[in-house]
Every structure is written in C-alpha cells, then in structure tokens.
C-alpha cells in the first residue's frame, strides 16, 4: 500500500505505470540476529515478523535520498490515515552516519514515531 500512496501522491505522469526501486535494508530478523544489530531495540518489531526498514526511489531520480524518505514518511501517515487497522511504528533514519537513508515500517498495532 505505501507503494502505492507514494505513486498516487507523485499525482503526475511521472509515476504512471513505472516500478519504484525499492531496497529492503531488513526484515525479519531472529533474536539472536537481533541483539548483533548496532543501535536496535531489544524489543524490535524485526523479531515478530512485522517490520521492515525500507529506501524507495519515489521520485524516480535513480537514487535514495532523504527527499525520497520524505516522500515514504508521508505515503506511511496517509495510508495509516486511509487505514486505521494498519496502524503503527514509523522511524525515519536520514542522519549521515546511515550510508542510505530509509525508513522503519512496523504495524505493532499503536502509533509511534521517531527520527533516528
């Protein structure tokens, strides 16, 4: 669905009929991967099968850029507008310590937001 929202959101020509490049950065992830990962929660999402961290090229300029994250974080809050049941965490990682900036989708089933 956010795929969709980001394309629906372009609004132009520019998105009609095209494929996003979208890079899954992470899924899911076992516990004991888990607690290898720099900076993660010890409760992440990743451990219950529901999140993933995410770089989607949604203006189709060749690259993943913050402009693009920008674009996902909106496509997040409206489909989770359009969607109530879909609801939940949204981190937005553009800092220059991550080589490409992305964006953490889980639906731990409550709102809850955070830059990282």
Known sequence: ???EKVKEMRGDS???????????????RTPIHNVGVKRSARDSRHQYGDAADVTIDANFDGRFTGADTRLV????????????????GMGVYTSRRYNTPYVHIDARGKRARWQG
Not at 14 to 28: I, K, P
Request: no cysteine.
């Open 14 to 28: 520019t998105a009609a009929g095209r494929t996003l490049a979208l890079d899954v950065h992470s899924g899911f």
């Open 73 to 88: 974080a909106l496509a997040v809050e409206a489909v989770e507008q359009d969607h109530p049941e879909l609801k939940g």
């Open 1 to 3: 669905l956010v795929i």
